[in-house]
């Protein structure tokens, strides 16, 4: 099912204001005075007013019904239209707060290790150290990739990509669920990545499974759900996702001397954690996180980029760097129309001009350098990258935010009706007291039974009612 950026938003419900005060203070003047003056007027003759019959009937009567008019008044007037408000509000906000975690959901990259013809790529795009590097049009590659004894540039670059995890990998291979995903030019590549790992006595063969560059490398997304994904979990118990994933990607000018290259080379590494990893271990160390993405058609970007930004993954005012690449025609005018549209105070950064033009390795180099700025304070990075007919549209952040709907006292409620019951109990009193010295009849039986009929009636409403009421609000907020 698509993933829905709207939160499913409806005002808070009100339960009004209760009784007030003066309400309460008239009906016990009234009661008091209708009481008092009807038991004056049939009092008998010539007995005497100091007596507990004067009291009962002229004082506590009349007090016990007016605690129990009161006590219903203020059950229908105000405690079960807050009971209900209650009820709705509390399913209101474990909804919201359910969409704030999942727009917020992210794969979080413990490491990585970029390759780029230019030293130092990020921070001088960022202008942090050095010059900006302006290289349109050029294509350029990879230096210092001459392997001793015939070995290839490839296998130096897979070993120059593995060697700075190689602490971290040999954790992941030993927890079981690791598996490492390499796109680039040929499948066959895996031998060269299975040798680089053996010649850095990392343990075990890992599980490699190859992505063409056409592939859209969408598994990340059954990360963001929680759910299985079919294409490469298939090795795994009961086909989970593994907690740790290896995402190896490179692209290498290797054509005759003859044929002109047309993309720079350029390779990156990255050791993702799955969400379920970071809920084991939320202390182990993180670069950043790699928060769910937005894909759009070329001629909706202006409204996704706006969806994405009102969603509030982060506050807008955190989003410092844009970050784009292989972008072209309709998608890249669209997509800087929708960066401007949206008033985004960003820096932008063309990873086309600082290295020349790109191949597909680029969907990967640029989240790296944008997590890279992120984790060294450099806030939040908006990347852009090239999808068919349109882009898709990412945020990436040093830390994923919470969720941090506030929870009001509002939306506590009680499953006891102590305001029901404390009415009912009081009119069984009135009962009582005006019937001191007869006999318990028909009357009082019939009258007990339907106050104790009403007790259990309002218990039961509260306790079935209220789950249903708050399952029903839940479906009414996702509809």
């Known amino acids: 099912m698509k993933f829905r950026w709207t939160p499913p938003l409806h005002d808070e419900w009100s339960a009004g204001e209760p009784p007030p005060g003066w309400l309460y203070a008239v009906l016990f003047f009234l009661f008091v005075s209708l009481f008092l003056g009807g038991t004056v007027a049939t009092w008998p003759q010539g007995k005497s007013m100091a007596s507990e019959d004067f009291v009962r009937t002229a004082l506590a009567a009349p007090f016990v019904l007016w605690l129990a008019v009161s006590f219903v008044l203020y059950a229908f007037m105000y405690d ?18 359910r969409w704030q975690r999942k727009v917020r959901s992210g794969v979080a990259v ?82 060269n990545v299975h040798a680089a790992w053996a010649q850095l006595k990392l343990p075990g063969k890992p599980l490699i499974r190859w992505l063409s560059n056409d592939q859209d490398p969408s598994f990340a997304d059954a990360w963001f759900e929680g759910s299985s994904d079919a294409r490469y979990a298939d090795s795994f118990v009961h086909g989970g996702l593994p907690k740790y994933r290896l995402v190896l990607a490179w692209h290498l000018d290797d054509v005759g001397a003859d044929v002109q290259p047309d993309t720079s080379e350029a390779a990156v590494a990255l050791l993702l954690g799955s969400p379920a990893l970071m809920r084991e271990k939320p202390e182990m160390k993180r670069q950043g996180w790699l928060l769910r993405q937005i ?185």
């Open 110 to 191: 413990l490491d990585s290790v970029i390759l780029a013809p230019e030293p130092d790529l990020a921070e001088r795009m960022l202008k942090l150290e050095g010059s900006p590097p302006e290289n349109p049009g050029r294509v350029m590659r990879l230096d210092s990739l001459d392997g001793a004894d015939g070995v290839s540039r490839e296998r130096v670059v897979i070993e120059k990509l593995l060697t700075p995890l190689a602490t971290r990998l040999a954790k992941a291979m030993r927890s079981g669920s690791f598996d490492i995903v390499m796109q680039c030019e040929h499948s066959e590549s895996s031998v």
């Open 295 to 479: 894909v759009t058609d070329a001629d909706e970007l202006d409204k996704a980029l706006a969806l994405l930004v009102a969603a509030e993954q982060v506050p807008r005012e955190r989003i410092h760097h844009f970050w784009y690449s292989r972008l072209r025609g309709l998608a890249l005018h669209a997509t800087l129309g929708a960066v401007k549209d949206t008033e985004l105070n960003v820096e932008k950064h063309a990873l086309d001009s600082a290295i020349g033009p790109q191949a597909p390795v680029a969907r990967w180099l640029l989240q790296a350098l944008a997590v890279k700025m992120a984790h060294f304070g450099q806030g939040a990075q908006l990347v852009a990258l090239p999808r068919p007919n349109g882009a898709a549209l990412n945020i990436v952040v040093k830390d994923t935010p919470t969720a941090d709907l506030p929870w009001k006292a509002e939306y506590e409620y009680a499953l006891f009706p102590w305001v029901e019951l404390a009415g009912c109990m009081s009119l069984w009193t009135f009962l009582v007291l005006m019937s001191p010295n007869d006999t318990w009849g028909t009357v009082q039986t019939v009258f007990t039974v339907v106050i104790a009929i009403v007790v259990v009636l309002n218990f039961a409403w509260r306790i079935f009612w209220g789950p249903r009421l708050y399952t029903d609000e839940v479906f009414r907020l996702y509809g």
């Open 80 to 97: 079960s239209p807050a009971f209900e408000a209650a009820v709705r509000n509390a399913a209101r906000w474990h909804v919201l707060t």
